[in-house]
């Protein structure tokens, strides 16, 4: 009996071990929050998903809402990170820049819109509404639609600097928050005008959405000019941290400004900052 007892006790062991194992907490997942600029936020889900293969332990939250929330979060300890979509003000000193890809930001019209070009004066003209008919451009009477976009985003920041307009001048019949969303509200409106990043158009364009790119100065609207500095309407995509920025954050950063994400940065058709 006593032998009986103790083979039971052996063959039993394995199965012990294997239901303490089973019910043995799972380590603790570690978590970045990531928030800020739209145009950003499609690349950094691309680069998280794959930097989190590498790291299952982390799960890594790309947040939107535009540059202006991006700043607030990180400072206020909101977001690990931030992500802000144009160069750095007076003011914003007191946070850490980490230029990770270039963008430029173009004029998109409708592909229905016989426009090919139209001058500096013109998109000011038509942005602060002393043009309203496309007919005094194309010579095909059609009501202009204005679309801008919402305060805080970085994308309306640079459009302004570039036109020296200021947000109070501009007569919008449209308010929109991220490229996707100008994408969509040109696309739908054949006298509609937009401005947005180039990448963003770019991707849309490749899969079939109804609009197209201006030219701006007479250069062509495209990441290739936006890459040899020839087109006049281009910024840096950062990230951002503040002083107090954790070891887990500091290697994603790090990641994210390294060779090894070139080709996804490329995908999204922009221009890596080479480190």
């Not at 929050?33 to 998903?49: D, H, K």
Request: proline share 4%; with cysteine; hydrophobic share 40%.
């Amino acid at each position: 009996m006593k032998r009986t007892a103790k083979r039971s006790l052996i063959c039993l062991l394995p199965l012990t071990l294997a239901l303490v194992a089973c019910n043995r907490p799972a380590p603790p997942q570690e978590k970045l929050t990531i928030t800020g600029s739209s145009t950003i936020a499609p690349l950094l889900v691309e680069i998280a998903q794959r930097y989190e293969l590498q790291h299952p332990q982390l799960k890594i939250d790309v947040q939107s809402g535009g540059s202006a929330r991006g700043i607030a979060d990180t400072r206020q300890g909101n977001a690990h990170i931030g992500t802000v979509s144009r160069s750095p003000q007076a003011d914003e000193q007191d946070l850490h820049w980490y230029g990770l890809a270039r963008d430029g930001v173009g004029i998109i019209v409708n592909t229905a819109n016989p426009v090919v070009s139209l001058s500096t004066r013109q998109i000011v003209d038509i942005y602060t509404g002393k043009l309203t008919d496309w007919a005094a451009i194309t010579g095909k009477s059609a009501a202009i639609s204005v679309v801008n976009k919402a305060e805080g985003r970085s994308t309306l920041e640079v459009f302004l600097r570039f036109f020296a307009l200021r947000n109070s001048d501009i007569h919008a019949h449209v308010i929109i928050g991220d490229n996707q969303q100008g994408i969509k509200t040109v696309a739908g409106n054949a006298g509609a005008i937009g401005y947005v990043s180039i990448g963003s158009a770019e991707v849309a364009i490749k899969d079939g959405a109804a609009i197209k790119l201006l030219p701006v100065n007479g250069i062509d609207a495209t990441i290739g000019n936006v890459a040899n500095g020839s087109f006049p309407i281009a910024r840096t995509l950062h990230l951002i941290t503040t002083d107090t920025v954790d070891e887990q954050a500091q290697r994603f950063i790090s990641y994210c400004l390294s060779a090894s994400v070139h080709d996804l940065i490329e995908s999204q058709y922009f221009v890596p900052v080479v480190h």
